[in-house]
């Protein structure tokens, strides 16, 4: 069956998702990128509401069973339904034990950190002076680039070091000053700079870096590469180097060193907010972005900038926001590590309580979410047999490693009611991956097309 328009996705979207998430009252506010417009669209859905027939554990399963039936997804899979339209569990199955979670992990660090720095927190590098010297102050901005892009989709913009070099000589040239020192501080996160519990090659290949306070593009070697530095916050610091002689300032004697607390800034750029930071992470996937954000729920919650601050941070954080993480294992805050363990009532709970009517802060986590067969990790998905009731109407985390696929997000069904779900494998042939992930499909799919 050949998909509707792009257009009609975002109207669906728009209209049939957003505008409704659990009632008018409880509706999730307008994504930061959505363009301002004399006039609002009209509906061309109603909300979701609570009234006519409630789905049913039976419907819910009938609605499921063939794509879970699939054997491509192994010995160990399942599904967790939630009706947030009346607050209330619907249908489980296979849920016995906990499933490595893969990238839907990125729903619980994220969630994290909203809920404990709030949607409009940003992140500041910074350059602070002592006599001649300056230095270049990491502040955990995750998508700091060397040079703003010219491209204007670009979402959300990125803070640059051009832009810092460009007001940091400003400020040195108002004082007649042409030649410094330069050190850098990365100290904001400590601990090790690589996860214990992931694979050796996920450095050397270029699927992680080593997570760092100040970087440039991801601790890429060059934008678009994989290759990572083995240094992220030296390589920063040359390019910042770079960047301040093209504006007539030289820098020389790069090297590490701790600022003074409380030093003055003299120049600073800051990060896109963190509402904004958490919607690219959960749209693209971004590893690194999450682990930095996972340092930073540590820093929140006075466990301290490494990654097993984090992990207690957002385990404690979880647990207020009324999650059951008893039987999870957190190992990262990216879903790369396999010894990650944790129930789908969890992955699904980090978008149950987004959706809360209660909780608006955490609503990015809503609106960043992947639209089936539109954009993000979702975009490739959705174009097979038995998809299409799915395409634009479901969001949903994707989770991908060798024999584990997941999804977790929310679906509107057929009779107009918010189901926040999550299905899983952990055990699928590595040889039958596609044909597992389109088992997922057809489950998310079909809630979409159930009047359950």
Wanted: aromatic share 4%; with cysteine.
């Amino acid at each position: 069956m050949a998909r509707p328009p792009r257009a009609v996705f975002v109207t669906l979207l728009t209209a049939g998702v957003l505008a409704g998430l659990v009632s008018s009252a409880q509706a999730a506010p307008t994504s930061s990128r959505s363009a301002a417009g004399p006039t609002a669209a009209p509906a061309v859905l109603e909300p979701a509401k609570p009234e006519g027939v409630a789905p049913t554990a039976a419907g819910v399963q009938k609605a499921l069973v063939a794509a879970l039936s699939d054997p491509s997804l192994g010995k160990h899979f399942g599904a967790y339904v939630y009706d947030a339209s009346r607050g209330k569990p619907v249908f489980s199955t296979g849920t016995a034990k906990a499933f490595v979670p893969a990238s839907t992990m990125k729903l619980l660090t994220t969630v994290s950190v909203l809920e404990t720095l709030g949607p409009e927190h940003r992140f500041a590098t910074k350059v602070v002076r002592s006599g001649n010297s300056i230095i270049l102050v990491g502040g955990g901005d995750p998508l700091l680039v060397a040079k703003q892009s010219s491209d204007p989709a670009g979402f959300p913009t990125r803070a640059s070091l051009q832009d810092l070099a460009a007001r940091t000589a400003k400020a040195l040239r108002a004082e007649g000053v042409s030649s410094v020192t330069l050190g850098y501080d990365a100290t904001l996160f400590t601990g090790p700079a690589a996860n214990a519990k992931w694979e050796p090659k996920y450095l050397t290949e270029g699927i992680a870096a080593r997570t760092s306070a100040l970087w440039i593009n991801g601790g890429r070697i060059a934008p678009g590469m994989a290759k990572r530095a083995d240094s992220p916050a030296q390589a920063a610091a040359t390019a910042f180097a770079a960047q301040l002689k093209a504006v007539g300032i030289t820098a020389t004697g790069i090297k590490p060193v701790a600022a003074v607390a409380g030093a003055t800034a003299i120049a600073q750029v800051q990060s896109p907010s963190l509402g904004d930071l958490v919607e690219y992470v959960n749209l693209h996937s971004d590893n690194d972005g999450a682990e930095v954000l996972l340092r930073h729920v540590g820093l929140a919650t006075k466990n301290g900038g490494s990654y097993a601050g984090g992990l207690a941070g957002m385990r404690t954080t979880l647990t207020k926001l009324g999650l059951d993480v008893s039987k999870a294992r957190f190992e990262d805050g990216s879903g790369l590590s396999r010894t990650n363990l944790v129930p789908l009532d969890v992955l699904a709970g980090a978008v149950r309580v987004a959706a809360e009517p209660d909780r608006p802060k955490l609503r990015h986590l809503l609106t960043g979410l992947p639209v089936a067969g539109f954009n993000g990790s979702l975009e490739q998905r959705f174009a097979g047999p038995g998809t299409a009731t799915g395409t634009g109407m479901v969001r949903a985390k994707t989770g991908t490693l060798t024999s584990v696929h997941s999804l977790s997000g929310y679906v509107r069904t057929k009779a107009g009611t918010l189901l926040v779900f999550a299905v899983a494998t952990d055990s699928s042939p590595p040889a039958k991956a596609l044909d597992a992930r389109a088992a997922l499909d057809r489950a998310a799919a079909g809630l979409a097309a159930c009047g359950c």
